[in-house]
């Protein structure tokens, strides 16, 4: 129990960069190497085809017959 006692009477310091022989100009976003041109979020696809079959042989015979069907394999 006192090392509870302890832990809640402890202070934790605080550090800044003030603390640190850090250049600022080097850290952070100002200081990455890495420039983001552009972001985008892509635009979702519809359709597909859910397969929902007893066994995973079945699903998986079903699936090669759609795909050559539509001449992917």
């Known amino acids: 129990m006192k090392s509870k006692m302890a832990a809640n009477r402890a202070e934790i310091p605080t550090l800044t960069s003030a603390d640190f022989a850090i250049d600022v100009e080097k850290i952070g976003l100002k200081g990455s190497p890495t420039k983001v041109r552009k972001t985008f979020v892509p635009q ?12 995973g042989e079945i699903a998986a015979a079903k699936l090669t017959s759609l795909l050559s069907d539509a001449g992917v394999i």
């Open 44 to 55: 979702r696809k519809k359709g597909g085809v859910k397969l929902q079959e007893e066994t």
